[in-house]
């Protein structure tokens, strides 16, 4: 069965450090979305992404995030300048036709920010 | 409160029992989606129901969608011990463009054997 992959699976980076992190979402989808779960708390939308562009961005994703497909498989998700509020999970996903279909999520990147 | 909140906030049954766990929500939905966390790891989804469906069977699964009230409720039934996790429910927006879902606090299942 299909499936969303995300790389790596654990990262660890000094504040102030860029960080990239990698998803393949389902190929047949055309919706694509960050989300984030600090450790204890609810996952939170940070980002969707359809047709190259950004369609709708939470108050959590700043000047600090971008988003990017570069090829026709893989999507990333950059934070330029890490901070320690910053550390958390984070988790690709991708639906075939927006919020109205299931999301399908990858199983996450645990980000650790010293 | 919160947008998808659910309750209990954690629930301990015993192997072969039922358990529900209950969700609210505010705004108008387009969808309501349940999804299974095991501690630390990601998001499995579950079942959908659409704002025009009152009653969804996924296997031991059966969710209900009360929109007049803004609630929705996840029967688990003859719970096994691999049911043990977090579930939560995450809600799509009907006056968005559609794309985010929204979050509850999630439910801890226990089921112990």
Redesign the interface.
């Known amino acids: 069965e299909p499936e969303v992959t995300q790389t790596p699976s654990h990262q660890v980076t000094q504040m102030g450090q860029e960080v990239i992190l990698r998803c393949v979402p389902i190929s047949n989808h055309l919706?694509f979305?960050w989300?984030r779960q600090i450790l204890g708390q609810?996952?939170?939308?940070l980002v969707?992404f359809?047709n190259n562009e950004i369609?709708?961005k939470?108050e959590i994703f700043d000047d600090q995030f971008s988003v990017e497909r570069p090829d026709g498989s893989n999507f990333t998700l950059k934070i330029r300048s890490t901070k320690l509020e910053d550390s958390a999970?984070y988790?690709c996903?991708s639906s075939e036709w927006?919020?109205?279909?299931?999301?399908?999520?990858?199983?996450?990147t645990?980000l650790t920010v010293l | 409160s919160q947008q998808?909140e659910e309750d209990p906030q954690a629930l301990s049954i015993q192997e072969g029992e039922n358990a529900t766990m209950n969700c609210s929500y505010k705004t108008s939905i387009?969808?309501l989606?349940w999804?299974r966390q095991n501690s630390?790891?990601?998001?499995?989804?579950l079942i959908?129901i659409r704002s025009n469906e009152r009653e969804k069977h996924s296997g031991r699964l059966r969710v209900t969608l009360d929109t007049s009230k803004k609630s929705s409720s996840l029967l688990i039934t003859a719970s096994r011990a691999a049911d043990t996790a977090s579930y939560?429910c995450?809600t799509?927006p009907e006056e968005?463009?559609?794309?985010?879902?929204?979050?509850?606090?999630?439910t801890q299942l226990t089921v112990n054997p």
Do not use: I
Request: glycine share 16%.
């Open positions: 919706y979305y989300y609810k996952v939170e939308f969707s359809y369609s709708e939470s999970m988790f996903a927006g919020a109205y279909n299931e999301q399908f999520f990858g199983p996450g645990r | 998808g387009n969808n989606q999804y630390g790891r990601g998001l499995v989804h959908l939560f995450a799509a968005t463009s559609g794309s985010r879902l929204t979050f509850g606090e999630g």
